[in-house]
Nanobody, 121 residues
Framework: QVQLVESGGGLVQAGGSLRLSCVAS????????MGWYRQAPGKQRELVAA???????NYGDSVKGRFTISRDNAKNTVYLQMNSLKPEDTAVYYC???????????????WGQGTQVTVSS
């Protein structure tokens, strides 16, 4: 199994910054994609940012230019730097990783438990 531990959420005023971290551990042969999704009350879960093992990034339209995703491959850790936060960024943020657990090409998809981010106006 693979465990994900998220940290860094909290309450911040509009215009402020937060940095989320997610550490993956357990039966990991290699980590492929790592990313962040969020879900606000009454809304569907949406992509915030994703980063492949090759370095390609993909951002949700609403966060482009404000959020930056990065990873530390040696630590199996993914970060999300969130700047210029807005009240509409308020949501539970979930870490997502896609890993290989052996030489097999089969990929496994894991989710963290989520961390609350609240932006006050």
């Amino acid at each position: 199994q693979v465990q994900l531990v998220e940290s860094g959420g909290g309450l911040v005023q509009a215009g402020g910054s937060l940095r989320l971290s997610c550490v993956a551990s357990g039966s990991i042969f290699s980590v492929n994609a790592m990313g962040w999704y969020r879900q606000a009350p009454g809304k569907q879960r949406e992509l915030v940012a994703a980063l492949t093992s090759g370095g390609s990034t993909n951002y949700g339209d609403s966060v482009k230019g404000r959020f930056t995703i990065s990873r530390d491959n040696a630590k199996n850790t993914v970060y999300l730097q969130m700047n210029s936060l807005k009240p509409e960024d308020t949501a539970v943020y979930y870490c997502n990783v896609v890993v290989r657990r052996s030489w097999s090409a089969r990929e496994y998809d894991y989710w963290g438990q989520g961390t609350q981010v609240t932006v006050s106006s």
